[in-house]
């Protein structure tokens, strides 16, 4: 029987798993994984939700670092002059539903628009979005009203974003999204400018009509009756004389308090139908999560060079995940800020090996591929494809193609962590990426419920 999982629960989920991670005694952490390549072309290869996947991760983990923070995200949409935007609708479910017109943007100055309404030309086609939503540079002094721009556009403004949440959160994919403070913040402005939005919005509007049937032989504007349970909302018609259609109907008032309308439209020949797009009875401005119909969160971590000595540099990793409550070694909950994760050999003198390249027990034949040679220890994992058998320490590594050899003093076949401890709750591929002594990264995990 057809069935679908409602955007109310994914964002109950979503919230759950953002208060978890903010609130919660739980630990999490982003891990990256996989230093060797995915196959003879090293073409990504996408994970599957299987427990062979999850191991192949745990294999080859190499260091993980505490989630430093998380928001609610919705995906990206620049405005742009030129572009075409669609009215927000009551129809789409989500942000991530293919296919996808924007109906919000984010200008220039990082302020966020709902798009209520597509300028139409005369003939009812919708027109280029040309004047960019910024209310500032409009000269608009009721910010929290909706506006109609100069090329027949009505945008409402739901938030700006804050400084620390475009350094930590916006990414070339994503706009950070957050529900307005429960109270006036002080000594806030962006956050002021929020819960004044929050505070004027009016449940149940009426923001426009869908056109579902033009009509025919309209020679003047056919008057618009609506019916429904709330109250105030007045439409009227504009048409085509020339092929006697409507082509617009334009709200003049949105009313409030609608749970269901109707278009009521008589003159022409045959009067046509229309559908009312009808807002929460919260209303749009009150939470835009709900407006932005997201159910997505990000969180990140900003590894910088070695991360004192706990993550890898001069080496690729290929997949990173997200990893709730690890334990250490001895089984208690890990709960330190970073960590290198990989088994790890000391030789009697330095190590000659190269990272990224196999080493072969010159005895037991184990095999494992080198992540990291500092000194006389050296980092290695083991998967799938070099096999799992165990170094002895009383033979030497040969690496394999050149004349590298080391005899083995020690082995430490856990450092850091437990790798198969902790629940993985997310993983993803990507290409080749190298880690540079001097950079900063910026490693976003996007879940989306």
Known sequence: MPAIVRQTLSRK????LLQDIALSDNEYYIGISKSDAFNEADTVIDPVDSPFDEREFR??????????????VAKRVNWVSGNEYSGWDDTTASDIVEPWTPW????????????LETGLAVDGTPKQSIIEPNYGLLGIEDYWLPFETADGYVWKYLFSL???????????NHIPVQKAELDMPTGDSIEDLQTKVRDEAIGGQILRATILDAGTGHTIPPTITIHGDGTGAVAVAEIDTETGTITKIKMTNYGSGYTHASFEIVGG?????????????????FDPIDDLKTSSVLTNIKPDGDVGGTFITLNTFRQMGLIKNPLESDGT???GTSTKTLPSITLENTSPFESGKIVTGSISGAKAYVNQSIDKVVFYHQNESTGFKEFRDDEALVQAGQVLDGDIDTISPVNGINRFSGEVLYIESRHRIRRDPEQQEDIKIVITV
């Open 333 to 335: 909950p890990y709960t």
């Open 13 to 16: 989920l979503a919230r759950d």
């Open 59 to 72: 294999h080859g983990l190499q260091s993980i670092k505490k989630v430093e923070g998380a928001s609610f």
């Open 269 to 285: 020949t045959t009067s046509g139908s229309a559908r009312p797009v009808v807002t929460s009875q919260e209303g749009l401005g």
């Open 104 to 115: 919000y943007v984010m200008n220039d100055a990082k302020e966020v628009y709902l798009c």
């Open 162 to 172: 804050r400084p620390e949440n475009i350094y930590q959160y916006l990414s070339s």
